[in-house]
């Protein structure tokens, strides 16, 4: 079965960090750009992060531009979001998807993870 399988989640206060990790089971995430994307309740899902399949291109939606890392180890087959500097509104379910190389210039993700709840809150 060809999987992406997402940990890292959980809660911390503002101004805390996690890292999220995105791990590739049954195909190899090298040939792939991924995408972190997140939902918070009542809202449409919003684009985080990019990266391309080699790692030469980064995108990061303008809100968490300056505090959140998006990076790649092809050879642990697992990509990476360093999130710091949290804050309440960054509180959402997080994803990660894989499209085939497009240097983060296409949207048509074919491989979704399961999830994973980040919560920012004293």
């Known amino acids: 079965q060809l999987q992406l399988v997402q940990s890292g989640g959980g809660l911390v206060q503002p101004g805390g960090s996690l890292r999220l990790s995105c791990a590739a089971s049954g195909f190899t995430l090298g040939y792939y750009d991924i995408g972190w994307f997140r939902q918070a309740p009542g809202k449409e899902r919003e684009g985080v992060s990019c990266?391309?399949?080699?790692?030469?291109?980064?995108v990061y939606g303008a809100s968490v531009k300056g505090r959140f890392t998006i990076s790649r180890d092809n050879a642990k087959n697992t990509v990476y979001l360093q999130m710091n500097s949290l804050k309440p509104e960054d509180t959402a379910v997080y994803y990660c998807a894989a499209q085939v190389q497009s240097s983060c210039s296409g949207s048509r993700y074919a491989y979704w993870g399961q999830g994973t709840q980040v919560t920012v809150s004293s």
């Open positions: 990266i391309s399949s080699g790692g030469g291109s980064t």
